[in-house]
């Protein structure tokens, strides 16, 4: 069995690379979006730590965990945020936040629109049984 | 402490310099229409100081200061890496002559203003902005090195730029200021180049006389007449010449002592003084002056054909301006037989900047005199016959006139001889290229006889024919308050005496040489000075033409007047003008005038529509790019990722396969 | 490990302690924050801090390096280096936090004011981290901890769409800008064996000047491209525009300066354009270089291009904007371009030769770009009101009659931006310019282009600054500008336009300038030493 030599970490890491930057162009949904450019990060990784191994010292490892740690700070920035743009469009679709830019310049719009989610079913419900709960007056007024 | 000219030196631009940072301040809300006297105070301030400077400079025989012929203070401005900058000035007899044009036509300037501008909302910010000038221009010709030189240089294009859009009311005026403002500075990143590249090339030194002594030895000589030439550039954008002579007449949208102050006296004559001063460059490059002196006498030429149709006064004495400032360059250019000959050169064009400087500014004044008495109006269609209504005004226009013209033994006449003298002199046959400047001499002299032509036609067209006034005026038509006419009259004594008091006498050329930091000036030379300054031959000849040019104007505008109207409407009309009229008429017209209307209006349309045309391009280049360049920026966050790995690629390939 | 390292990596905590002030007073505001809300309360904290930081640091800052064999040994492994460029620039970096501190003081809702100014702390200290960083996992942290909360910041202060649009495009592409920053990190990191900048110039100087192995271009030029995205060099600049419009203007003014300041930092300290004590240089090869990846043939020839690319896309996109802040963001791109001409001149100057460095240069430019585009947006924002909101150059029309001395500190500024003589643009400029002019030997007429073509973009810029000093003195308002009563804001506006204008003439020029020139005066003495 041949020893797996430096060069096909790197060239592991490199596709890692490429596909995340692909998808990262490529794909319209924020989240995936997100996730395309955490694969880009993964592929350093593999670059690193196959480094860290050919180069036998520990430098590459802690480049590594101080990424992966920041990619985890960056993941909860992006769920807020994508929550909050979700809220705002009910959406994630990334090519529907084009409203700065050139000011005589038309938005571009997708010829083939993205397929409509498809149908959730209704969630089951019981029926209902006993006497209805009173709602308090607050209540009723916050809602 | 007054006895020794450098503890004074540098107030003479902080003088003004302080009337405008208080006026700034204080203007609006206290000194309001009071603001004039600190910018008359600072400028008479800097007037008297400058006289002294003079006075200094002219005692200083041979080397008793510091070993140089001038007087000169340093400071440091900062420091780049191992070299300071200097903010440095000095005064020799170049800078003292200027010193003394600068602020004494500036003092009668600020006078003028004061009636002038009287009842004008923005009256202190105009006196501001007239102070702030006069700081600029009066270290803009303090200077010793070309860093501070090209500071001034900024500085007195923003001040022109804020007093002719001084009236921003008026569109026009806001277009011109900006046009003002960005041709000057097309020419100026031409400067800015060439003091780049003396700074390299002359051992990291800008100061004159460093650069200079350097020049002397240096061995590269297509470089060095690049270097000119892009110096020559910044002169051509600030002293319209051609092509970058466009911005000036539409300059006179500012207030008329502007144009008196800015674009005829001083400001648009940093060009002049920047190309005098760097003689010792130029000496070096003969075929940079041969294209200084080509470019100057095509600009003569094309602008006294534009002027001689101009119906606007102002813009009649604009494009007399961009003509003068070109026979101005013409004897800068034709220095190049020897050392000798470039001294008169100089001194010649100096001399005809400081006569220049008092007869048009007395033009510019006495056409805002009649604007003033016009209710603003200066269209010479409008009006005429004002002799009789405007006494003084009258008089004095009609020194200006004569000196412009160049009447002889007037102002005019004894600077523009020297100037076709010299020119002559560099067209004897054998010198370097004697034919061209032989056709250069003629150009010359042909422009002094349009100049002479559409001098008086103005002058003729605003004072003499029937008295019309338009209804503008009003109540308004009168002479000018005295606060106006005294600057007037005193101008007026100047631009005729000024030349005959220096002209023959050789007193202004001798003083110029005499305390010129130029180390390749020869000295004490003043008896062989009018053997070059002043050719009798020329002076016959160019005052011939010159009064055939105002006997021509006088005999289409006062004798037939109907002749230039009907000159007017074109080829129709001139079957039946020249069918009626007597066999000298005939002659008169198909001979000179036509040739010469047919000319005027090439050149009007060349200058408006190609010339104006191509500067307005340039200016709409970024533009269209921008508009090429602009659908990268459509928003998409994709789109942009995009395009930023497409760099990195385009990177990989531009390195990795290089 | 030995005790030496111990000592030092113990020691070092002293000298990060105005770092750690700032992330001590900024997690004691996002605590303090739930408690209690109220702009003021906070912003007096924020600036306290930033006071006692600058305190802090000023005694720390003597540090020294032990001479000899233990401070080479020192430089070689620690991950933060203390040097003079160090310090400068961390004080730039408070200085410029205390501006934004005031800046704000009135922008900022009362209920995000806690958030928003410990952001802005951890910015500041992030920073100063920068600059100090001498390993490729500090470097990392540190940039991290500018991006990070920049994100939060961009989205704090206001929560409309086009806030929420330009947090999420800056986001995006600033997460995939690290990406390709840690990508040519990782292999700059095996190319050396080693994350220690000092030692990965070590040995690559060991390789002298001429072409460098095909790795370490791809290095180069990915790491140009993470850090391109933060000093908005073209092509890395799109999100610019678009986050500069939709960001709050407190926002773009941060995103204006400090990004540009770190980014810099990290490339003159990644390249090797400042290389610290210890670090063989070669004396061999091409004279006048310095050493470095900025060594090889290919970075100044990339720089040239990015430079040349980056101020003319800049300038001719700002033409044809009516935005103020979308003007302002190309300006901010040109002016990276003005600087990144000084970096692509470095390598060919160095000050015995001619008199000028394109190190000094660009740290004076970065100082004089800092203050007059803090300057610029802060009228912006003065001028703001919700009722009557300054976002055209339009709105600016006849404010030289409202707002007399306003209008006067924004030409200021705009002149600065031009470069008018006696306006710390000028002087950065003319450094910048006589720095290409100054490259000597087969490249100068390149340079020269180069220097050509940045006066030409100069030029253009006075078309579109000249535009807003016209509509304010030469137009008159529809609706006039109110303004509010904000003291702090006036104060911001004054300190710039003060050192606007200081920072070009004597003594203010020439304090700067030896400030600069002792922060990078390490690099002028190299001390070639034996390999390790």
Not at chain 2, 135 to 160: D, K, P, Q, R, Y
Not at chain 2, 270 to 286: D, H
Not at chain 2, 422 to 445: M, W
Not at chain 3, 179 to 185: D, Q, S, T
Request: glycine fraction near 10%.
């Amino acid at each position: 069995m041949t020893p797996v030599g430096l060069q096909s970490y790197l060239v592991l890491g490199a596709i890692l690379f490429g596909l995340g930057a692909i998808g990262f162009l490529a794909r319209r949904n924020l989240i995936l979006m997100f996730l395309s450019a955490e694969m880009m990060v993964q592929g350093v990784a593999v670059n690193l730590l196959a480094f860290s191994r050919f180069r036998g010292n520990l430098g590459g490892q802690v480049l590594t965990l101080f990424m992966i740690t920041v990619a985890a700070c960056e993941a909860a920035i992006a769920l807020a945020l994508i929550l909050m743009l979700y809220r705002r469009r009910k959406s994630l679709d990334v090519s529907l936040w084009q409203e700065l830019r050139e000011p005589d310049q038309d938005a571009v719009i997708d010829e083939e629109p993205l397929p409509l989610p498809p149908m959730e079913e209704p969630s089951p419900r019981l029926t209902p049984a006993g006497p209805a709960p009173q709602k308090r007056e607050e209540e009723v007024s916050h809602v | 402490m007054f006895s020794d000219p450098r503890y004074y030196l540098w107030l003479i631009p902080a003088l003004p310099l302080l009337a405008a940072a208080v006026i700034g301040v204080l203007g609006k809300a206290i000194l309001r229409d009071r603001s004039h006297w600190l910018c008359i105070g600072g400028a008479i301030g800097a007037c008297i100081l400058s006289f002294m400077t003079l006075s200094a400079v002219s005692g200083l025989e041979g080397d008793r200061i510091d070993g140089h012929r001038c007087i000169r203070i340093y400071y440091t401005w900062f420091h780049a890496g191992n070299v300071d900058i200097p903010f440095s000035l000095q005064a020799d007899g170049l800078t003292a002559v200027m010193l003394v044009t600068v602020t004494f036509i500036g003092s009668l300037i600020a006078i003028y203003s004061v009636g002038y501008m009287h009842g004008d909302p923005g009256f202190p910010r105009f006196f501001a902005a007239v102070s702030l000038f006069l700081a600029s221009m009066t270290l803009l010709v303090l200077a010793n090195n070309f860093i501070v030189l090209f500071a001034a240089w900024e500085g007195v294009g923003l001040c022109s730029y804020l007093l002719v859009g001084f009236w921003y009311a008026k569109p026009s005026a806001a277009d011109a200021a900006r046009k003002a403002f960005l041709v000057t500075r097309l020419g100026d990143v031409g400067l800015f180049l060439g003091i780049l590249l003396i700074w390299v090339n002359f051992g990291y030194s800008l100061e004159y006389d460093v650069v200079f002594e350097r020049a002397r030895s240096f061995d590269n000589h297509g470089l060095l007449v690049v270097i000119c030439l892009l110096l020559f550039s910044g002169a051509v954008g600030k002293s319209a010449q051609f092509p970058l002579h466009v911005w000036l007449p539409d300059a006179m949208e500012g207030p008329s002592p502007v144009s008196a102050l800015i674009h005829a006296a001083t400001m648009v004559t940093a060009g002049v003084y920047l190309v005098a001063r760097c003689t010792p460059l130029f000496g070096q490059a003969p075929e940079a002056q041969l294209v200084v002196a080509c470019i100057a006498a095509g600009t003569a030429l094309l602008a006294a054909l534009i002027a001689l149709t101009q119906s606007d006064l102002k813009r009649v004495l604009a494009y007399s301006t961009i003509s003068q400032l070109g026979y101005m360059f013409l004897a800068l250019g034709s220095g190049t037989m020897d050392h000798r000959l470039a001294a008169v050169a100089v001194t010649a064009a100096i001399f005809h900047l400081f006569t220049h400087a008092f007869f048009k500014a007395l033009l510019f004044l006495g056409a805002g005199s009649v604007m003033h008495a016009m209710g603003g109006i200066i269209d010479m269609r409008r009006f005429s016959g004002l002799r009789r209504l405007l006494p003084v005004t009258h008089w004095t226009f009609l020194c200006g006139a004569g000196a412009l013209a160049g009447i002889p033994l007037l102002s005019g006449f004894w600077s523009k001889d020297e100037i076709l003298a010299v020119t002559k002199q560099a067209g004897q046959p054998g010198s370097f290229a004697s034919g061209i400047y032989l056709l250069l001499f003629f150009i010359g002299v042909a422009t002094a006889g349009l100049t002479g032509f559409y001098t008086f036609r103005a002058y003729f067209l605003t004072f003499w024919g029937e008295e019309k006034v338009p209804h503008e005026a009003g109540h308004h038509a009168h002479e000018s308050p005295p606060v106006m006419t005294l600057p007037l009259c005193v101008l007026a004594v100047g631009a005729v005496g000024a030349g005959l008091v220096f002209g023959p006498t050789g007193w202004f050329g001798g003083f110029l040489e005499e305390h010129w930091v130029n180390p390749e000036f020869p000295r004490r030379l003043l008896s062989d000075r009018a053997e070059h300054a002043h050719d009798y031959l020329v002076m016959l000849f160019s005052s011939i033409v010159a009064l055939t040019g105002v006997g021509a104007a006088y005999w289409m505008y006062v004798r037939q007047p109907a002749l230039a109207d009907s000159l007017a409407r074109a080829w129709t009309g001139l079957y039946e003008l020249s069918r009626n009229k007597f066999y000298l008429d005939d002659f008169f017209y198909s001979m000179i005038v036509k040739p010469l209307t047919v000319l005027a209006l090439l050149a009007r349309v060349v200058d408006q529509y190609i010339v104006d045309g191509l500067v307005d391009l340039v200016g709409q280049v970024p533009a269209f790019i921008g508009y090429a360049v602009r659908p990268v920026q459509n928003g998409l966050v994709q789109f942009y990722a995009l395009l930023m790995a497409l760099g990195v690629g385009g990177f990989f390939l531009a390195i990795l396969l290089r | 490990m030995n005790d030496l390292q111990n000592a030092l990596l113990a020691g070092q905590f002293r000298y990060i302690l105005p770092e750690i002030v700032l992330a001590v007073a900024a997690t004691g505001i996002f605590i303090g924050g739930t408690f209690r809300s109220g702009r003021y309360l906070w912003s007096w904290a924020a600036l306290g801090s930033l006071v006692a930081s600058l305190f802090v640091l000023t005694i720390t800052a003597g540090f020294v390096l032990p001479s000899g064999e233990a401070g080479r040994t020192a430089t070689f492994s620690t991950p933060l280096l203390f040097d003079s460029l160090a310090n400068f620039v961390r004080v730039l970096a408070i200085v410029a936090g205390i501006l934004l501190v005031l800046f704000s003081w009135n922008e900022v809702p009362d209920r995000h004011a806690a958030d928003y100014l410990a952001c802005l702390l951890v910015i500041i200290g992030g920073v100063g981290l920068t600059a100090c960083a001498n390993d490729l996992v500090s470097l990392y942290l540190a940039l991290e901890l500018i991006s990070i909360p920049t994100y939060i910041l961009l989205y704090l202060p206001r929560h409309d769409d086009a806030a929420q649009e330009a947090a999420l495009k800056y986001f995006l592409l600033s997460i995939f800008s690290s990406a390709l920053l840690l990508f040519g990190f990782s292999y700059l990191y095996g190319l050396t064996g080693t994350t220690n900048i000092a030692a990965i110039l070590h040995t690559l100087y060991g390789q002298g000047g001429g072409d460098m192995p095909a790795v370490a271009q791809i290095a180069l030029i990915t790491v140009v491209a993470g850090l391109g995205f933060r000093i908005t060099a073209a092509p890395f600049h799109f999100y610019a525009p678009d986050v500069y419009q939709g960001a709050p203007t407190v926002g773009a003014a941060l995103l204006a300066s400090l990004p540009k300041l770190a980014g810099f930092i990290a490339l003159l300290r990644v390249l090797g354009f400042v290389t610290p004590d210890g670090v063989l240089v070669p004396v061999a090869g091409r004279p006048h270089v310095l050493p470095g990846m900025a060594l090889s043939d290919q970075v100044p020839i990339l720089f040239w291009f990015l430079a040349a690319f980056t101020m003319s896309l800049g300038n001719l996109l700002a033409v044809l904007q009516d935005n103020l802040k979308r003007l302002l963001a190309y300006s901010s791109v040109a002016h990276a371009g003005y600087m990144l001409v000084a970096l692509a001149a470095a390598p060919y100057l160095s000050e015995r030769s001619s008199g000028s460095d394109g190190v000094h240069a660009l740290l004076y430019y970065l100082v004089a770009y800092g203050v007059m585009t803090i300057g610029a947006f802060a009228v912006i924002a003065f001028l703001s009101t919700p009722e009557r909101p300054v976002d055209n150059v339009e709105d600016l029309a006849g404010l030289s009659g409202s707002h007399p001395y306003v209008a006067l500190m924004l030409a200021v500024f705009m002149f600065s931006l031009i470069g008018m003589p006696l306006t710390a643009g000028f002087t950065g400029k003319f450094l910048i310019f006589f720095g290409a002019m100054n490259v000597v030997g087969e490249q100068a007429d390149l340079y020269r282009w180069l220097a050509v073509i940045g006066m030409l973009n100069a030029a253009v810029g006075g078309w579109y600054y000249l535009r807003i000093i016209a509509v304010m003195y030469l137009r008159t308002a529809l609706r006039p500008i109110q303004g509010r009563r904000n003291v702090p804001g006036l104060v911001t506006l004054i300190v710039c336009a003060v050192l606007t204008i200081g920072l070009s003439i004597p003594p203010g020029a020439n304090v700067l300038l030896d400030a600069v020139k002792n922060a990078t005066g390490i690099k002028s003495t190299p001390s070639p030493i034996a390999q390790r």
